[in-house]
Each structure stands twice: as structure tokens, then as C-alpha cells.
């Protein structure tokens, strides 16, 4: 089985949502929030560590001598991850927007975009793609998609969450659980 790595920079609520789901926990879990308080009570040993030492850390003999046998997932990781990195490792990234109908909704915060323009999108949706330096330019690996009838932007991020569980569920299934 390969290496999981996850990092966050908010809560960190989707991993420990994924490996109840999926019965596994990371290896490792990093984030660049130094806000303890904010972090899931769930979450186990996790790392903190500022995202340029984060970096020079995937850089390291020690990590890279591992990189093959590593799959990191980014679950509300607010960073770009430097292109040295993304051709170094197999990292994918989570997003809560349908972006193979809508690609104008790549980059922050799809989810209000979605929801103050509802009439444009009558589909949402979350997708997993591989991390490439370009910004949700990567390789769509897995989506779920739904009609919108969303009626608050409370409800949108709700249905977008179990959208994100879904797709990272599909995708963690194939490439961790069942090699």
C-alpha cells in the first residue's frame, strides 16, 4: 500500500471524514494553519509546519527517496504547490466545483461563485484531479455531480461537502484501498 500524505489548511474535517468512510487513516497529515483550536478533535498526528519548509521537506533526501510509493491529497490546502514538487510526487487535489462543465470555476471559493450565479450552473458538483502547477489544471480523476436545487449557500457548501466525500471516496478506493 502506498505512503498517504494529506495536508490542510483549515479544519481538516474531510480527512477524518475520509478514514472513517474508508476505514484508514493517513501516514502523515500536515497543515499550514498554526491555529490548533481550529483543527477537527479527530485528526491524529498532525504536523504543523509553514508551507515553505512544508515544501523544502517534500525536497528532502529522506521524502523523496519515497516518492513513489507516496500518493498526497490536498483537502483545503491553500497553497500552490511549486512545480518541482507536483513532477516529484503523485499529489491530487479536491475541488468543490463542477469544473469539467463550468472551468470558470476553478480557482478560490467556487462555491459562492456557484451560488450567486445559480441561473448559470444547473449542475454542481465536486472533482478530484492531479495537482500540475497550473491552478485546477490537472487531470480530473474522479467528479459527482447534481441538478442544482440548492436554496441557500449554507445548502451549497452542504451538498458540495458530500459531493467532495463521494469523488475522494471513489478515487482513495482505487488508489489506496484496493491496490
Not at 497543515?31 to 528532502?60: C, I, W
Amino acid at each position: 500500500m502506498k505512503q498517504w500524505i494529506c495536508l490542510f489548511s483549515q479544519t481538516g474535517t474531510e480527512i477524518v471524514d475520509l478514514s472513517a468512510k474508508l476505514g484508514i487513516i493517513p501516514d502523515l497529515v500536515f497543515t499550514n494553519n498554526a491555529n490548533r483550536e481550529q483543527y477537527n478533535p479527530g485528526l491524529k498526528n498532525v504536523e504543523y509546519l509553514p508551507h515553505d519548509q512544508l515544501m523544502e521537506l517534500f525536497r528532502s533526501a529522506d521524502m523523496k527517496n519515497h516518492s513513489e510509493d507516496t500518493l498526497v491529497t490536498l483537502h483545503g490546502y491553500l497553497r500552490i504547490i511549486p512545480a518541482d514538487i507536483c513532477d516529484m510526487y503523485e499529489i491530487y487535489n479536491g475541488h468543490p466545483a463542477a469544473i469539467k462543465l463550468y472551468p470558470e470555476l476553478k480557482g478560490f471559493n467556487p462555491q459562492v461563485r456557484a451560488w450567486e450565479n445559480r441561473e448559470k450552473y444547473p449542475i454542481i458538483g465536486s472533482v478530484v484531479h492531479k495537482v500540475t502547477p497550473g491552478v485546477d489544471e490537472g487531470e480530473i480523476v474522479a467528479s459527482i455531480e447534481y441538478i442544482n436545487r440548492v436554496d441557500s449557500l449554507d445548502e451549497m457548501y452542504a451538498v458540495l461537502r458530500k459531493a467532495s466525500l463521494q469523488s475522494w471516496s471513489f478515487f482513495l478506493k482505487r488508489t489506496l484501498v484496493w491496490q
